[in-house]
């Protein structure tokens, strides 16, 4: 067995958001939102500038998922019908799909990883819905990020991170309870550090952080909450894999505070099929949604 080695969180994710940083387009539509004269015009021409981003958002706005009666044409209609906090969401989440290339397949086959991803936020995005939370993209995109920091544990550690995934295929331990234990800290602990290294929202950031360990959530603890049973909902489903081998053990705790129906769960696992396989085309390039 390797030995453990004396990495922290701070160390895993300084190195990582060298390599890998968000395009500066991403950076320039923040300070655009956040500046207080910028117009939807001025936030929609810093869109348009990458044609491969804003075919993507125009798909995504289109399809089933948001259900818009009207055809949305022009990125200035996404940015004026779905919100500008929410295309910013939508890009981040793009933005951050496109930045981790090259990890070796004997870690993680990607178009599997970003397909749990993408299940994640769906049935995230559902069951905020079904709790009446504002903002359904939040809870999307943080789906889709919630194992961003396993890739940054692929890129740095490698070696480690195949020696717990065969430890766990053996033992039958839980692949975040193996990563604690041999670093003290898990992928959430990074991914929520890259995050809010890389100037992400608390309102992302926090539950990715977070939704291994809700109890550490300080600002939005019922987002990391749904973030959490969204997750084990992608597992259970069988749709991808981001390297868990098993279904994570869901928190009771959660269940009693989100208080969620057992008869709410067909119907919740039916809204992730139904928009599943054109989401992923329109966000990873599937062409036949296969799992």
Known sequence: MLRKPQLSVEHMVEDV????????????????????????????????????????????????LFGYFSKIDTITQAVTIIGVLQVRDLALALSVMDVFKGIPEDLVNMEQFWKHSIATGLAARTLATSQREANLERFFVAGILHDVGRLVMYVRVPEICLELLEECRGSGMILHSAERERFGFDHADIGGALLKRWKIPPRVAEPVGTHHNCGKADQYPREASILHFADIIAHAM??????????????????????????????????????????????????????
């Open 238 to 291: 069988q749709i991808g894999n981001s390297g868990e081998i098993f279904v994570p053990q869901l928190d009771h705790a959660i269940w009693e505070r989100l208080q969620i129906s057992c008869y709410f769960l067909p119907t919740l696992i039916k809204q992730v099929d139904t928009t599943y396989e054109q989401t992923v085309s329109v966000l990873y390039g599937g062409d036949d949604g296969a799992r």
């Open 17 to 64: 958001s060298t390599i890998h940083s968000l395009p500066l387009f991403y950076s320039q539509l923040s300070e655009a939102i956040d500046h207080p004269r910028s117009s939807i015009g001025d936030i929609a021409k810093i869109i348009s500038e990458d044609q491969g981003l804003t075919a993507r958002i125009l798909k995504l706005a289109n399809s089933p």
